[in-house]
């Protein structure tokens, strides 16, 4: 099996219950949301927060998203991340096929499919 390209990770996520779709967009528009409270990227005068308790409360929020972003994600698509405490079926078919993790020297080409040799 191959790394899974965009069209699948595109499908694996069109497969999912709207619901969910909705829940992961949610997470993921208020972690950018409190990353933009916490003014982290922003230079002083143009952060909205004046207070740094504020800003660093935002920032916690922000870190806190991303993490359940990550874990939301990985459960809902187990062909992409496999089930929890296990590689998905792609890894370990790489892993098989490729017994030596020297080998990157080897020129790679993308593929839809992932990479190839």
């Known amino acids: ?18 619901y969910l779709r909705d829940h992961i967009g949610f997470i993921a528009l208020d972690m950018v949301f409190q990353g933009f409270l916490s003014g982290q990227a922003y230079a002083p005068e143009d952060r909205v927060l004046p207070s740094d308790d504020d800003r660093w409360e935002a920032y916690d929020r922000e870190c ?8 939301t994600v990985e459960s809902v698509l187990p062909g992409l991340f496999g089930p929890e405490g296990e590689n998905p079926t792609w890894a370990e078919a790489q892993c098989k096929s490729s017994p030596r993790s020297s080998d990157y020297t080897t020129p790679v080409t993308q593929s839809c499919g992932g990479l190839d040799r």
């Open 64 to 71: 806190q998203r991303l993490t359940e972003l990550y874990r």
């Open 1 to 18: 099996m191959k790394i899974p390209c965009p069209i699948e990770i595109n499908s694996a996520w069109r497969d999912l219950p709207v």
